[in-house]
């Protein structure tokens, strides 16, 4: 499998054998009257912005990728597509320790744009990020998604059948 990162783009892996590959700020775009602002803010060495409690925002990594296309394969006695995708995730002490953080989100296998990071402050305080913060991690995973699917009046009840929420673990 072939991954490819534009040039200049800049992911650090703490260990070769960490799953997720830390994103940092490069830049932002806030959310205004529930619309992403058209103006990025490009952050220069030293500069940094604040998110507002409660903010929602763009964080802008830089990180451009190109995955391998997508392969038809057989599980299961049927043919199924197999996508490569990327997920951006939280990193887990700043959801912690400091009660903000990434919101997980997917990018599709033919996406090339900047693998942004939508980001929520849920202090009752502003947050301050500086460029090249680590503030979220991005992770490739494989999606296998059938070739067809068919829709009928009536599936099999699962040893569950429509208990769902809550009803597996405690009481």
Not at 5 to 27: C, I, M, V
Not at 89 to 109: H, M, Q, W, Y
Not at 147 to 157: P, R
Request: net charge negative.
């Amino acid at each position: 499998m072939n991954i490819m990162l534009k040039q200049g783009d800049n992911l650090h892996r703490e260990n070769p054998t960490d799953s997720g590959a830390d994103l940092k700020a490069k830049g932002y775009q806030r959310v205004i009257n529930d619309k992403l602002d058209k103006n990025i803010v490009w952050l220069e060495d030293g500069d940094d912005f604040f998110i507002a409690p409660n903010e929602t925002i763009l964080i802008k990594t830089g990180v451009h990728i190109e995955l391998p296309d997508p392969e038809i394969v057989t599980k299961w006695g049927e043919e199924w597509l197999s996508v490569c995708e990327f997920n951006v995730r939280p990193r887990s002490g700043l959801s912690l320790k400091e009660n903000v953080g990434a919101i997980f989100g997917t990018g599709d296998n033919c996406y090339r744009g900047d693998s942004g990071i939508i980001f929520k402050n849920d202090r009752d305080c502003n947050y301050r990020v500086v460029k090249d913060d680590r503030v979220g991690q991005l992770v490739l995973t494989e999606a296998v998604i059938p070739m067809k699917i068919n829709v009928v009046d009536k599936i099999n009840e699962g040893s569950r059948g429509e208990n769902g929420f809550g009803k597996s673990g405690k009481n």
